[in-house]
């Protein structure tokens, strides 16, 4: 082995030490990219990412006072991050806003 690729190597080797420590979750959330509404399970949730933009004719759920009170960031199924964004266990691997809002909204417990 030359002197080149055994650094190669070691830092090969170092890099997935490294990435091995970090918890799967951390990685997938690092990952993450931002839901946008025009991904097709967004398109499926009638997801928004301000809420208020949300057609209450199709998706009366959000209509009325208690409607409005719904966000991704009072959902059951939503885990801030940073920025205003946050997971959604409906949603894998994306980020959704916190002031957005879909269909799938569940109170929180
Ligand atoms: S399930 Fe909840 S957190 Fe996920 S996009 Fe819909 S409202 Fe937001």
């Known amino acids: 082995m030359n ?12 890099a997935l030490w490294a990435t091995s420590l970090i ?5 997938a959330e690092a990952g993450a990219a931002i839901l ?6 967004a398109i499926a949730l009638g997801y928004k990412k301000i809420a208020s933009d949300v057609d209450t004719s199709k998706y009366p ?7 409005a009170t719904q966000f991704c960031s009072n959902c059951r199924l939503y885990s801030a991050k ?6 959604c ?21």
Not at 23 to 27: F, G, I, N
Not at 92 to 97: C, H, I, T
């Open 82 to 87: 940073a920025n205003g964004m946050g997971g």
């Open 36 to 41: 946008q509404e025009t991904d097709g399970i």
């Open 23 to 27: 918890p799967v979750s951390v990685r």
């Open 3 to 14: 002197k080149q690729s055994r650094r190669d190597f070691l830092a090969t080797g170092a």
């Open 89 to 109: 266990s409906a949603i894998p691997n994306k980020l959704v806003a916190g002031q957005g809002w879909c269909n799938a909204w569940i109170p929180m417990a």
């Open 61 to 67: 759920k959000r209509a009325g006072a208690a409607g």
